[in-house]
């Protein structure tokens, strides 16, 4: 069984930063395409970031500029650097992965980080 772990939320002012981890444990034989999204108290869950498995990344509109997600494969971790933050970016914060194990791949999500940002 595969899990995810994020960390790294908590509150910060406007304009400052914070790091999120997702950690992958388990059989985990390789990572794909790994994600980072958001929800916010009555808004749809948005995509937020991606990273494919050759490190091509994408980002929603609202984020470029102030968002890097990243890699680390040797630790099974991804990051979502986020600067210059805003009010609007406060919302729980989901790792979502396709990770290949045991000969399979498989769609798998985290718990969740809060991160709330004051004005």
């Known amino acids: 069984q595969v899990q995810l772990v994020e960390s790294g939320g908590g509150l910060v002012q406007a304009g400052g930063s914070l790091r999120l981890s997702c950690a992958a444990s388990g059989m985990i034989f390789s990572m794909d395409v790994m994600r980072w999204y958001r929800q916010a108290p009555g808004k749809q869950r948005e995509l937020v970031a991606q990273i494919t498995s050759a490190a091509e990344t994408n980002y929603a509109n609202s984020v470029k500029g102030r968002f890097t997600i990243s890699r680390e494969n040797a630790k099974n971790t991804v ?4 600067n210059s933050l805003r009010p609007e970016d406060t919302a729980v914060y989901l790792c979502n992965g396709i990770i290949k194990t ?6 798998y999500w985290g718990q969740g980080t809060q991160v709330t940002v004051s004005s």
């Open 79 to 82: 990051y979502l650097q986020m």
């Open 102 to 107: 045991m000969g399979r791949l498989g769609d």
